[in-house]
């Protein structure tokens, strides 16, 4: 009598259980961002017994309430998570030094929500200032009629048709660290170039699964806005180079496929992380980006990255970000690089933008000259921000509080 076939990702030495899942069991799970490409209508039963692999998706259980209350859901509310809710996220890895380091486990044992957005997996250091982690159960992995696991590359993205003709100006945003600014300032850069009438689409090429900056670049203009998980993944981190540079390469060649004349990029975390170094290091990467911006929160930052930058991959034309709120920072560190500082207001200036697409069109970068006022850089960060520090928030708002809205100075534009 022939064998019974092992379901995919079973080996001998596991006895795979399949459990079938109830109808309307899903629709009263609360379904993470991570997870909203996938569609749950071919999920027919639960799989135990196997470990889980980076993308699988798990029914969870909430048992106590940590770090993360609530979790991000498929638009991007944030619901409020109960003990005993039912949960649908992803396992993956997690890099966040202001947070959690977590990693896959290696069987389906409590895990932890290590990210908001619906990630599961097993915390290995946490920042001092971090609650312990709200804490799962899984139940069991997602799974349909053939026994197949239902995972994140369940809802990839269509690859495009050949590209044809010209690739769009691309720019990336790249940074010192986390909460340096890059989505912010990747927002007013897609602000200022469609108000100059210009098509501009926008990625996250690597990070941790949430929907906070996608709607912050939506929000600011940008169509259409992808990130990792349209290409199957729930975080970046181990899933090694060449992963990484497939998701950037599909990415950029979706957005390019869709028409769009700029394709603005943001890379996460710091040029220290493995895998933005490894992307920016990439010859693809050079080949691909026509100019980096570089965000960071001071002027040692600014120095230290542009110079990583310069010996490493391509060199920024400027230096953006936090420390645009201050003139001292902004002095030292156009002291410190030979380049120059572009605030949030000189960013989303169509004058601005406009003469910053036609000069990269033209092979040279454009100098913006002309500093924003810092109380109105300070508002302007505050307002679009899709940071959840409360306590950089709260800072910005409290050096914004006299201001009755942002203000800046006349934007003049001249070529390097």
Not at 25 to 46: G, I, P, S
Not at 214 to 240: C, E, H, K, M, Q
Not at 340 to 368: C, F, H, I, M, T
């Amino acid at each position: 009598m022939p064998s019974t076939p092992l379901p995919t990702g079973a080996t001998p030495d596991q006895t795979p259980c399949y459990a079938p899942l109830a109808p309307g069991r899903l629709r009263c799970a609360k379904a993470a961002y991570t997870t909203r490409h996938v569609d749950m209508h071919a999920v027919t039963r639960l799989l135990t017994g196997v470990p889980p692999r980076v993308g699988d998706l798990v029914l969870a259980r909430v048992a106590a309430i940590g770090q993360h209350p609530k979790i991000e859901l498929a638009h991007g509310r944030r619901a409020a998570m109960f003990v005993e809710d039912e949960v649908i996220v992803a396992y993956g890895n997690r890099y966040a030094p202001d947070q959690f380091e977590a990693e896959l486990p290696d069987d389906l044992g409590p895990c932890e929500l290590v990210a908001a957005g619906g990630i599961a997996g097993r915390v290995i250091f946490a920042h001092g200032l971090m609650s312990a982690a709200t804490s799962l159960e899984p139940i069991g992995l997602l799974a349909d009629a053939a026994g197949n696991r239902v995972t994140l590359r369940s809802g990839v993205l269509a690859a495009p048709p050949t590209a044809g003709g010209n690739r769009p100006l691309t720019i990336a945003v790249v940074g010192a660290s986390m909460n340096s600014g890059k989505t912010t300032v990747a927002a007013h850069l897609v602000r200022g170039l469609r108000l100059a009438g210009i098509e501009v689409g926008a990625a996250k090429t690597t990070g941790t699964g949430a929907g906070g900056d996608v709607w912050l670049l939506s929000d600011a203009g940008a169509f259409p806005v992808y990130d990792f998980t349209n290409a199957g993944y729930a975080s970046t981190y181990r899933i090694g180079p060449d992963a990484v540079r497939d998701v950037f390469t599909g990415l950029t060649d979706r957005l390019a496929a869709d028409g769009c004349e700029v394709v603005v990029l943001e890379v996460a975390d710091g040029v220290f992380q493995e895998e933005t170094a490894g992307l920016l290091v990439d010859p693809v990467f050079t080949e691909r980006v026509d100019a980096v911006l570089f965000a960071t929160r001071d002027a040692l930052g600014a120095s230290a990255g542009v110079n990583w930058l310069r010996e490493r991959g391509p060199a920024p034309i400027a230096v953006c970000g936090v420390l645009s709120s201050s003139p001292l920072a902004t002095r030292e560190a156009e002291a410190a690089t030979s380049i120059p500082v572009w605030g949030l207001a000189q960013l989303s200036d169509p004058q601005a933008a406009r003469a910053l697409y036609e000069g990269l069109r033209g092979g040279r970068a454009p100098r913006l000259t002309g500093h924003s006022d810092p109380a109105g850089e300070a508002a302007l960060s505050a307002n679009t921000s899709s940071n959840n520090d409360r306590r950089l928030r709260a800072v910005s708002a409290r050096g914004s509080s006299s201001a009755s809205g942002p203000r800046s100075e006349s934007v003049k534009v001249r070529d390097a």
